[in-house]
């Protein structure tokens, strides 16, 4: 069983249109964060929810819109696609929201806007 | 401002050698935790090891090594008898407690190639 998957694993899209990726994560953590890997490899968070609340909200545009339905689910929504959105995006779980929780990541998305 | 430094991109080995990923951060915070996590070239994201603020005991796993130290606000990360399956990009990250940002501050990557 995966632990925390993502879908899809690869999106390619046109410039202007709107899609979402999802995370699910079966350990039962209450921590969900989603991170951008740009081109040069470089991580950075975006997201992070606890037990469905949005608890960081880094300086992303407001195109990015993350959904939690529950606390085992973490989607993301982009409108307006951009050249610059793509990236491969990584969702990942934490038991809880401590600074010292491990964090385990999805296997990614590579998103690809053309 | 957390910020972590990996100041080698890549570097390139040879079978069985030894080689050393040099980390060095700055935070403000009196508790913090380290983490190394591995990219292989399949993509997905690896968690290798924790360490918190208060722990410079280094620490040993198989062949991989970490040595901690406070002194130099590094954390690096050394392999022993490299291998061709340890080639990946590895990322040091940062977390604090205090400033309740409780998500990965990453470094740039390094870039570990290993040739047979």
């Known amino acids: 069983d995966t632990a925390v998957s993502q879908t899809p694993k690869y999106l390619v899209t046109q410039m202007g249109n709107d899609k979402s990726i999802k995370c699910e994560q079966n350990?039962?953590?209450?921590?969900m964060y989603w991170y951008k890997q740009d081109s040069k490899k470089f991580l950075k968070i975006m997201f992070s929810?606890?037990?469905?609340?949005?608890?960081i909200n880094e300086t992303v545009p407001n195109r990015f819109s993350p959904k939690s339905p529950d606390k085992a689910h973490l989607n993301l929504h982009i409108n307006s696609l951009e050249l610059g959105d793509s990236a491969v995006y990584f969702c990942?779980?934490?038991?809880?929201?401590?600074?010292?929780?491990?964090?385990?990541f999805g296997p990614g998305t590579r998103l690809t806007v053309l | 401002a957390q910020k972590v430094t990996q100041a080698q991109t890549e570097i390139s080995v040879v079978e069985k050698e030894d080689v050393t990923l040099d980390c060095v951060y700055e935070?403000?915070?009196?508790?913090?935790?380290l983490f190394w996590y591995k990219q292989p070239p399949s993509g997905e994201l690896v968690f290798l090891i924790r360490?918190?603020?208060?722990?410079?005991q280094n620490e040993i796993s198989g062949r991989y090594s970490w040595n901690f130290q406070k002194s130099t606000s590094s954390f690096n990360f050394t392999i022993t008898a490299s291998q061709v399956v340890d080639s990946a990009v590895y990322f040091c990250?940062?977390?604090?407690?205090?400033?309740?940002?409780?998500?990965?501050?990453f470094g740039s990557g390094t870039r570990l190639q290993v040739q047979p």
């Open positions: 935070t403000r915070d009196t508790t913090y935790y």
């Open positions: 990250a940062l977390s604090e407690e205090g400033t309740g940002r409780r998500a990965l501050t």
């Open positions: 360490r918190n603020s208060f722990d410079e």
């Open positions: 990942a779980s934490s038991q809880r929201q401590g600074a010292r929780n491990e964090q385990f």
């Open positions: 350990l039962g953590h209450d921590t």
């Open positions: 929810y606890n037990n469905k609340e949005l608890i």
